[in-house]
């Protein structure tokens, strides 16, 4: 069982910058990891998604430009930095792991993490 830790959400003026951290004690390598946010009353959305090895990523049309996924496996963590926020990208922000970002944004993932909520609002 993955066990997926997000960090990093907060409250944010519109224009402002925040960095998501997802964890794991388990190694990631294998893993693509995908950020998917849920807005209230919105469908889930997939932000990003980032594969394995080779690290090629994707990016929802809402964000690409101002948002970027990084991994580091070394220390079993992937990054959305995220930039230019507009109070549209408030929500709650989930990570997690497939095996693989195919038919991304429509990824089959296998594991999750339990949120981070991120606010932008002046």
């Known amino acids: 069982q993955l066990q997926l830790v997000e960090s990093g959400g907060g409250l944010v003026q519109p224009g402002g910058s925040l960095t998501l951290s997802c964890t794991a004690p388990q190694i990631l390598d294998l893993y693509a990891i995908g950020w998917i946010r849920q807005a209230p009353g919105k469908e889930r959305e997939g932000v990003s998604c980032?594969?394995?090895?080779?690290?090629?990523?994707n990016y929802a049309d809402s964000v690409k430009g101002r948002f970027t996924i990084s991994r580091d496996d070394t220390r079993n963590t992937v990054y959305l930095q995220m930039n230019s926020l507009k109070p549209d990208d408030t929500a709650v922000y989930y990570c997690?792991?497939?095996w693989g970002c195919g038919y991304y944004p429509s990824v089959d993932y296998d594991y999750w993490g339990q949120g981070t909520q991120v606010t932008v609002s002046s």
């Open positions: 997690a792991a497939a």
């Open positions: 980032i594969t394995s090895s080779v690290g090629n990523t």
